[in-house]
C-alpha cells in the first residue's frame, strides 16, 4: 500500500468519526418515576384509638366533615 | 374515602389567621417554618379576598417528582408526606412548589444549613409510628388517625377553610354558592352566608314597621 493510499484511507476513517459526533440524538432527559426510600407509614385506622377498622375511622371523618356544614348543622 | 383536599372560600374568609394559630398550636411548628398563612390580594382596597393557602396535596405533587432522594409518599387517601431522616435539605422541592409550602427551619442558607424540609401533613403526622413522642417531634400531631380532619380547617371560624373528603367538601362549597346565588345578586351579608330565608326575611320586615 503506497503512502498515499494509506493517507486517504486515513482521511476518510477520521473524516467519519469527526462526522458521527454530528449526529443528532434527542438531547432531552427521559423522566424516570423515583420509588419511595423512605420508612413504611401505618394506616390511619390502624391507630390505637380504631384498632384497624376501617369503617369506624371513615365514619368518625364523615361525621367531622358534616359538621363543616353549618346549613345542615343549624337545620 | 376518597381524596383528602382543603378547600378556601375567598367570600368568607376574614384574613383573621385563626388557621395559621392553629396550625402552629398544634404541632409546635418552629419558628420561621409557617406550614400555613393567608394572602390577601388587594390588600386595603374594597373587594379584597384572602384564602388561607398551605400545601394542596397534589396529585401529581411536583415535589414528589424532583425530590433526589425519594423521601416523599401520598398515603392512600391522598396525602403528600415525607421521611424527614432521608431530607438531605437541597430545596428543590420548595423551587418545584407552586405553593410555596416546603419551608425549611433555619430559612435561606447554603445547602447543607437549611435543615431538614418542613411542610403541611394534613395533620396526618409521618412514617414513625402513629401518636408517638418521634412523630409529634418531627412532623406534629397525627389528628387523621385520632379521627379528626385538620386542625386549621376545624378551628376556622366562618368556615371558609374546609378540609376532608374532596367530593363531600366540593359539595359544601357547592350548596353554598347555591344559596349565595351569584353575579349583581350577592352583595353584603349574603355574599359569604346567603340570602335570609323568606320566613326570617318577613319577619324582619313586619318588625320594621
Known amino acids: 500500500m503506497s503512502a498515499r493510499h494509506f493517507c486517504s484511507v486515513l482521511l476518510a476513517v477520521v473524516a467519519g468519526a469527526v462526522n458521527a459526533g454530528c449526529g443528532e ?33 371513615e365514619s368518625a371523618l364523615r361525621q367531622r366533615n358534616q359538621a363543616q ?5 343549624t337545620q | 374515602m376518597g381524596r383528602m383536599k382543603f378547600l378556601c372560600d375567598a367570600e368568607r374568609c376574614i384574613e383573621c389567621n385563626g388557621c395559621a394559630t392553629a396550625c402552629k398550636s398544634e404541632h409546635e411548628v418552629p419558628w420561621g417554618v409557617n406550614r400555613r398563612r393567608v394572602v390577601t390580594i388587594n390588600d386595603g382596597v374594597p373587594g379584597e379576598r384572602s384564602i388561607s393557602v398551605a400545601c394542596m396535596h397534589c396529585a401529581d405533587a411536583p415535589c414528589m417528582a424532583v425530590c433526589p432522594t425519594d423521601c416523599f409518599y401520598q398515603t392512600e387517601e391522598g396525602v403528600v408526606l415525607h421521611d424527614k431522616d432521608m ?49 409529634f417531634a418531627k412532623y406534629g400531631r397525627n389528628r387523621l388517625s385520632e379521627g379528626k380532619l385538620p386542625a386549621c380547617a376545624e ?15 366540593s359539595d359544601i362549597y357547592r350548596q353554598r354558592v347555591l344559596r ?30
Open chain 1, 25 to 57: 440524538r434527542p438531547q432531552v432527559v427521559e423522566y424516570k418515576k423515583g420509588q419511595y426510600q423512605g420508612k413504611t407509614d401505618a394506616q390511619p385506622w390502624d391507630s390505637a384509638q380504631f384498632k384497624g377498622d376501617k369503617q369506624a375511622w
Open chain 1, 69 to 73: 356544614n353549618e346549613y345542615q348543622r
Open chain 2, 87 to 135: 431530607c438531605i435539605g437541597c430545596g428543590y422541592c420548595f423551587f418545584a412548589c407552586p405553593f410555596g409550602a416546603p419551608q425549611f427551619p433555619n430559612g435561606p442558607a447554603a445547602f447543607g444549613a437549611r435543615g431538614k424540609m418542613d411542610k403541611c401533613t394534613f395533620c396526618a403526622g409521618g412514617p414513625e409510628a402513629d401518636g408517638s413522642d418521634e412523630e
Open chain 2, 155 to 169: 378551628m376556622c371560624a366562618t368556615k371558609a377553610l374546609l378540609a376532608g373528603d374532596a367530593d363531600v367538601i
Open chain 2, 180 to 209: 349565595r346565588g351569584k353575579g349583581t345578586d350577592v352583595w353584603g351579608w349574603s355574599t359569604a352566608y346567603g340570602k335570609p330565608q323568606p320566613a326570617v326575611a318577613k319577619a324582619n320586615q313586619e318588625g320594621k314597621k
